[in-house]
């Protein structure tokens, strides 16, 4: 297993992390699965195994029972890991101050989070999303309290626009507030719009990159397949729409270079998949779950696998999003006065 540091922070995680929206599965998050205590242990332990450091979770999965299992599980375990959750929605009451990145629902979510998980302090607190209402100021007022306090190590967002993010960057820096240093994004083959903004502000800014959903809720496992009945006890099946799909075919397209390279190397489509994601520039982690042992062995396994640079050009054409504005006229121009993030972007576009 490889460790990366998270950001500009001296945290190492490792190229994997283990996600738990899998565990309870209460209410609308049956649909992704309904692993319980028992299977828990028993994933976390395969994760340890393959050197994975760090579980990530957030108090709306399973309405607080993903955080229960967590916090039961690696009870004997807490100082081998590393614990990230999430805050932002409403887990429990639906009042008008229990959502939201507001100092009041901030402390209350994190207090209830910290107890659910049996635990004196997270690793990492998540910002499950924006929050166009509260000031930034008073948001990030609340978690650098939460940071003194010792109840949180490290802060990030999820689900932040390129410029929800850079605004909370620069309000961080102006007010000597804590920093945020990793934000959690979605990015696959199947969909790589993150490349536009997102990745390009984390290498200029520092700022890690973890994954989630990063075989597109299984839709680059190689189970969905053109002109086949979509396969049954599936996410898709349950009708879990995340990630929207625009393009069939296109996804297809993918999908089927996937399976040939895999079948070529020995492996399967999901571990391609993700070693092509491991490899991407800022990438820190990925954030792997599964509904069962063997997916989740085989996801573990793709921290061994290494592309050529013919596989890389082969998934490079066959998912290679276009260029928008004004990505497109600074291929066209002085690419030479470009920083190091947009070359990294447009790095492919300008070999055509």
């Known amino acids: 297993m490889q460790y990366r540091s998270l950001g500009?922070?001296?945290?190492?995680v490792s190229a994997l992390t283990l996600g738990t929206m899998t565990f309870g599965g209460k209410d609308g998050f049956s649909k992704t699965g309904s692993t319980d205590l028992q299977g828990a242990r028993r994933q976390i332990d395969m994760c340890i195994d393959a050197g994975v450091n760090m579980i990530d979770t957030a108090d709306v999965y399973s309405a607080g029972v993903s955080e229960e299992i967590?916090?039961?599980?690696?009870?004997?375990?807490?100082?081998?890991?590393?614990?990230?959750?999430?805050?932002?929605?409403?887990?429990?009451?639906?009042?008008?101050?229990?959502?939201?990145?507001?100092?009041?629902?901030?402390?209350?979510a994190c207090e209830a989070s910290l107890k659910r998980l049996k635990t004196d302090y997270l690793d990492m607190y998540w910002l499950h999303e924006w929050d166009g209402q509260t000031p930034l100021e008073e948001t990030l007022a609340a978690v650098d309290g939460l940071v003194r306090a010792g109840k949180v190590r490290y802060v990030g967002v999820s689900n932040f626009s390129g410029w929800h993010l850079m605004k909370m960057l620069g309000i961080a820096e102006r007010e000597g507030l804590v920093r945020p240093v990793a934000q959690q994004i979605h990015y696959t083959l199947q969909a790589r719009e993150a490349e536009y903004e997102l990745l390009p502000i984390a290498l200029d800014q520092e700022v890690g990159v973890v994954v989630w959903s990063p075989l597109a809720g299984g839709l680059l496992s190689g189970k969905y397949r053109r002109n086949q009945p979509e396969p049954e006890g599936t996410r898709r099946a349950?009708?879990?729409?995340?990630?929207p799909v625009s393009d069939i075919?296109?996804?297809?397209?993918?999908?089927?270079?996937?399976?040939?390279?895999?079948?070529?190397?020995?492996?399967?489509?999901?571990?391609?998949?993700?070693?092509?994601?491991?490899?991407?520039?800022?990438?820190?982690?990925?954030?792997?779950?599964?509904?069962t042992d063997t997916q989740l062995a085989d996801n573990l396994g793709a921290a061994e696998l290494t592309l050529t640079e013919e596989e890389f050009a082969r998934l490079e054409a066959v998912s290679r999003p276009p260029l928008i504005y004004p990505y497109w006229h600074q291929a066209w121009t002085a690419s030479d006065r470009l920083s190091?993030?947009?070359?990294?972007?447009?790095?492919?576009?300008?070999?055509?």
């Open 8 to 12: 500009r922070s001296g945290l190492k």
């Open 70 to 108: 967590v916090g039961e599980a690696i009870a004997d375990k807490r100082d081998r890991l590393l614990l990230a959750t999430k805050a932002r929605f409403p887990a429990f009451e639906q009042g008008p101050n229990d959502r939201g990145l507001s100092r009041h629902h901030l402390i209350r």
């Open 238 to 243: 349950a009708e879990w729409k995340e990630p």
């Open 249 to 291: 075919e296109a996804l297809y397209d993918i999908v089927d270079v996937l399976v040939n390279i895999a079948s070529a190397k020995g492996a399967t489509p999901a571990q391609v998949a993700l070693a092509w994601l491991l490899a991407r520039p800022g990438i820190a982690s990925l954030v792997i779950g599964a509904r």
């Open 340 to 352: 190091k993030a947009d070359l990294a972007l447009i790095a492919p576009f300008l070999e055509d």
